[in-house]
T-cell receptor
Framework: AQRVTQPEKLLSVFKGAPVELKCNYS??????LFWYVQYSRQRLQLLLR??SRESIKGFTADLNKGETSFHLKKPFAQEEDSAMYYC????????????????FGKGTKLSVIP | DAGVIQSPRHEVTEMGQEVTLRCKPI?????LFWYRQTMMRGLELLIY????????DSGMPEDRFSAKMPNASFSTLKIQPSEPRDSAVYFC??????????FGEGSRLTVL
């Protein structure tokens, strides 16, 4: 079974402070990890995926297989970063259909205080 | 492409009524997912289709929920009869196998 845990429901930081949104996962195979972001009343959108190893909007995330973690980090928070962040894991469905099924964590609401 | 299109954006209904939510995936995508979002439980996968075939419906909460995908460009999620605890935002999403998952703007359902 695959599981994603985001231990913090709400994280408040001051503008300019570092941000770390925690994500831990449980999966027996080799997972693909993602971070999705949902700004107020907007659709979820992909922020980054671990295989891309890129920085988006100043955010980075490193897959740590030893600790089964995929924490999202940003050195200096901006007000526009305030949003709901979801960590997600993809494990290939073994139904033969080959579709990637995403399991999401419960999300962390990031609030950046001016 | 206009992205994943969902309708209605908002639905307010009374307990016991039938609710039908609609989704048009992105053209060319072969997988479609229905998610439910609540404050308490976050994002839950209800069901997903691959090439219009339901693959995993283990997340469908009860027999009151049903989903169909009659063709590659349309899917429905139906709740009959609806209950207040069904109140949530329902998201549809689509992708090509292994590709980025694109979400619709969601249908906010309120059952009184």
């Amino acid at each position: 079974a695959q599981r994603v845990t985001q231990p913090e429901k709400l994280l408040s930081v001051f503008k300019g402070a570092p941000v770390e949104l925690k994500c831990n996962y449980s999966y027996s195979g080799s997972p693909e990890l993602f971070w999705y972001v949902q700004y107020s009343r907007q659709r979820l959108q992909l922020l980054l995926r671990h295989i891309s190893r890129e920085s988006i909007k100043g955010f980075t995330a490193d897959l740590n297989k030893g600790e089964t973690s995929f924490h999202l980090k940003k050195p200096f928070a901006q007000e526009e970063d305030s949003a709901m962040y979801y960590c997600a894991l993809s494990g290939r469905g073994y139904s033969g259909a080959g579709s990637y099924q995403l399991t999401f964590g419960k999300g962390t609401k990031l609030s950046v205080i001016p | 492409d206009a992205g994943v299109i969902q309708s209605p954006r908002h639905e307010v209904t009374e307990m016991g009524q039938e609710v039908t939510l609609r989704c048009k995936p992105i053209s060319g995508h072969n997988s479609l997912f229905w998610y439910r979002q609540t404050m308490m439980r976050g994002l839950e996968l209800l069901i997903y289709f691959n090439n219009n075939v339901p693959i995993d419906d283990s997340g469908m909460p009860e027999d009151r929920f049903s989903a169909k995908m009659p063709n590659a460009s349309f899917s429905t999620l139906k709740i009959q009869p609806s209950e207040p605890r069904d109140s949530a935002v329902y998201f549809c999403a689509s992708n090509w196998v292994g590709g980025e998952l694109f979400f619709g703007e969601g249908s906010r359902l309120t059952v009184l």
